[in-house]
């Protein structure tokens, strides 16, 4: 009997780690549909990205209600009770992320219909969401795989990510002193642009949450070179 429930609670894990696995897939698509609607200037291609948050968020609550069965009938601890609180972790980062997708694909749409906006106005967003893309890959490689060491590679790419985010915030500051009629198109730029910036911070999180699976300490807030020496 013993060996029946330990089997059946792995199983449980298992298909929790699964999940997460398809929820980051769900969103890594969700992003690779917005850098393709942009693209091509396709307002339906971004009511599609719009719509399919809803998914995102639904297999956010049958992970986390899967979680709380786990914590209530199985009372995990060491590894398996860390794997159970970095999941719950690792799921509301995902879904911010899709909620920061939705929302520069709602700017982006506004952008089109009000100000008839092009992928040559938006280039510099979509420079932004081509930066997180392969952060979100590496962080759920890095769960995938419990690979703690990806945390400094995810940090140093947010760090570009950040100072891209800046320089570009500059620039659209300068073009809406010099143009007054560019405020409406910059403001919603900048609202995209820090969107962007969030993706990054929250692959740069999941990291973090995989460090404290695999290894059992806190990065977060940890400056790099502090963490650099903790892997």
């Known amino acids: 009997m013993a060996e029946h429930i330990s089997s059946h609670f792995h199983q449980e894990l298992e298909q929790v780690r699964t999940d997460v696995l398809a929820m980051g897939g769900l969103v890594e698509q969700q992003l690779a549909q917005t850098l393709e609607a942009l693209g091509k200037d396709n307002q339906d291609e971004l009511a599609r990205v719009v719509q399919q948050d809803s998914q995102i968020n639904a297999l956010a609550m049958k992970i986390d209600d899967d979680c ?7 009372q995990p601890t060491a590894s398996d009770l860390r794997l ?3 999941v719950t972790r690792i799921i509301t980062d995902l879904e911010r992320m899709g909620d920061e997708i939705k929302k520069i694909a709602l700017h982006a749409n506004g952008l089109m219909v009000k100000h008839r906006a092009t992928y040559k106005q938006l280039y510099d967003t979509c420079r932004l969401l081509e930066m997180t893309a392969p952060m979100l890959r590496t962080a759920l490689d890095a769960f995938a795989r419990l690979d703690a060491a990806a945390v400094l590679q995810i940090s140093a790419a947010d760090k570009s990510l950040d100072i891209a985010y800046q320089n570009q915030s500059r620039t659209l500051l300068t073009f809406m002193m010099e143009d007054p009629h560019y405020i409406g198109i910059g403001m919603e730029t900048m ?15 999941i990291a973090e949450h995989v460090v404290y699976l695999v290894r059992g300490i806190d990065v977060r807030h940890t400056p790099y070179e502090e963490m650099k020496k903790e892997i």
């Open 68 to 74: 709380q069965t786990i914590l209530v009938r199985r």
């Open 191 to 205: 609202l995209m642009n820090k969107a962007a910036e969030r993706i990054g911070d929250h692959a740069e999180n």
């Open 84 to 86: 159970v609180l970095a």
